[in-house]
């Protein structure tokens, strides 16, 4: 009863508090601020002692709230989740000590803005480490808010802007190509299909042939274009929406190629590195990261056949690889995994390739074609030279079943200027697992799609 009756007011012969953010907090020691957040932990200790953690988004602050603070009816009803706006000094934690940034926020006078539910329906009881995937997945607006998917997301708000700066870096230029298109790149297997003004269209596989057409146009271009593709297996690296990284560059040869992707993967992770915000985001998710070094080992397809039979890695048929067949995912993940190092997987034959990929001069059985593999995620990287000449294109075109009436802007590219020139697609997602050892690619993205989820 007597706890119910106690109001709190701010002493307004304080200095008046200054409304920052936590990521702020540095610049404010010993100074009087006010901060807006969520309750991010709770400890009550005793009747006159509350801690809370305060999570406004650019941070986490600790807070010590004591006496009468604790007293109040909305400090004993406190839930996790409800935001609140606190009043304090911001302090050097004492010597001995460690706690967030280095300070914590000794509260004068606090707020409450909006209380979340307890009891049954307290964020507790909808998300846990306990709960099975799918609960996760649905509850993942919540999930979200959590030390290590909140880190895991701002790093790839890092993760683009690093590929952005490094792009620029080189004079490449970023196009937004359409992601309703009625062409397909990677197979008519995994496209989806959707009424479009009485017509068909799809989602986009990949924008590389868009890309290719802007070369004479604009020169080297890029893109981090969400791609689709109708996946019908259930992997942890495979989504059926995900951010698509694409660059084509003009006037190269296969191996300015693996010069490209090399100079990408490390020119990017040195960006990260050098911030020490992401490094930091790096270091909390995956400590033990190194850079990887240079040059990236370089491997034939036939030689991996061959690195696989000797190693004793068998086809699902318990028989031995064959020159020919598509090295599926374990496989490969036990090979990349045990090499351990990044591998560029090169000269694939043509038949488990795209339409697109040219075949090399020496080997006409393979094409200049390359897979980017990292350990722990496999391949992340794919690209390839393409086929430049006009009658090449149409009987690759007519060897994989494609009606050239429908690329006729693209058959053009071959038409008006051909022209040596190559690119690739990187997985944003898997390039995260990569660099933030996360088991799944399905939480290195905001909201998954996979067979049978499109929610939230
Ligand atoms: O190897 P892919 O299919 O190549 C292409 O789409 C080319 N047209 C790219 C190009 O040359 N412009 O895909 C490229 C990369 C893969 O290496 C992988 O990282 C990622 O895209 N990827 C996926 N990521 C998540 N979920 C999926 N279902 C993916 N499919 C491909």
Redesign the pocket.
């Known amino acids: 009863k007597e706890s119910k009756a106690i109001v709190l007011e701010e002493d307004k012969s304080l200095p008046a508090a200054v409304k920052i953010n936590v990521r702020q907090a540095l610049s404010f020691r010993n100074q009087r601020v006010k901060v807006p957040g969520w309750v991010h932990r709770l400890r009550v200790q005793g009747k006159d002692f509350m801690f809370i953690v305060l999570r406004d988004g650019t941070g986490i602050l600790q807070c010590i709230l004591a006496d009468r603070l604790c007293h109040t009816f909305d400090a004993i009803t406190l839930t996790l989740e409800s935001t609140v706006m606190l009043y304090g000094v911001l302090n050097e934690v004492p010597e001995g000590k460690s706690a967030p940034g280095g300070h914590e926020l000794i509260v004068d006078y606090w707020e409450i803005i909006a209380k979340a539910p307890g009891g049954s329906e307290a964020v507790t009881n909808k998300v846990n480490s306990e709960s099975d995937p799918s609960v996760m997945y649905t509850q993942r607006h919540l999930v979200i808010r959590s030390d290590t998917h909140s880190a895991t997301l701002k790093l790839r708000s890092y993760v683009l802007k690093a590929f952005r700066t490094h792009f620029d870096s080189i004079g490449y230029l970023e196009v937004t190509p359409p992601c309703l298109v009625q062409t397909m ?2 197979g008519g297997s ?1 496209l989806f299909s959707l009424p479009y003004y009485g017509e068909t269209a799809y989602l986009t ?5 868009y ?1 290719e057409s802007c070369v004479p146009a604009m020169g080297s271009v890029y893109t981090i274009s969400e ?1 689709y ?1 109708a ?1 019908k297996s259930n992997t942890r ?6 951010s ?1 990284c ?3 560059a003009g006037f190269i040869d296969f191996n300015d190629l693996l010069n490209i992707i090399e100079n990408m993967i490390c020119g990017v992770t040195d960006i990260l590195l050098n911030d020490p915000v992401s490094a930091a985001f790096i270091k909390q998710l995956n400590p033990d990261f190194e850079a990887p070094q240079r040059p990236f080992m370089r491997m034939r397809y036939s030689d991996a056949i061959i690195w696989l039979n000797e190693h004793g890695i068998k086809r699902e048929d318990g028989q031995d690889f064959e020159f020919g067949d598509d090295i599926p995912e374990s496989p490969e993940r036990l090979m990349t995994d045990t090499i351990n190092r990044p591998i560029m997987l090169t000269h694939f034959p043509g038949p488990i390739k ?1 339409f ?1 990929m040219p075949k090399d001069k020496e080997d006409p059985r393979v094409t200049e074609s390359v ?2 593999l990292m350990p722990n995620v496999g ?6 030279m ?1 086929i430049s000449n006009y009658i090449d294109m149409i009987a690759a075109f007519k060897s994989a079943g494609l009606a050239p009436e429908n690329y006729y802007w693209y058959l053009d590219l071959s038409k008006y200027g051909a022209f040596p020139h ?10 995260i697992a990569w660099i933030a050892n996360r088991y799944t ?1 399905r939480e290195c993205c905001l909201y998954p799609r996979f067979p049978g989820r499109c929610q939230p």
């Open positions: 790149v990677e995994t596989q990949s924008s590389q042939l890309l791609s593709r996946e690296r495979h989504l059926s929406e995900y698509h694409e660059i084509e795209s697109y897979d980017l391949e992340i990287v794919g690209g390839s393409r190559g690119g690739l697609g990187l997985g944003i997602e898997r390039f690619i």
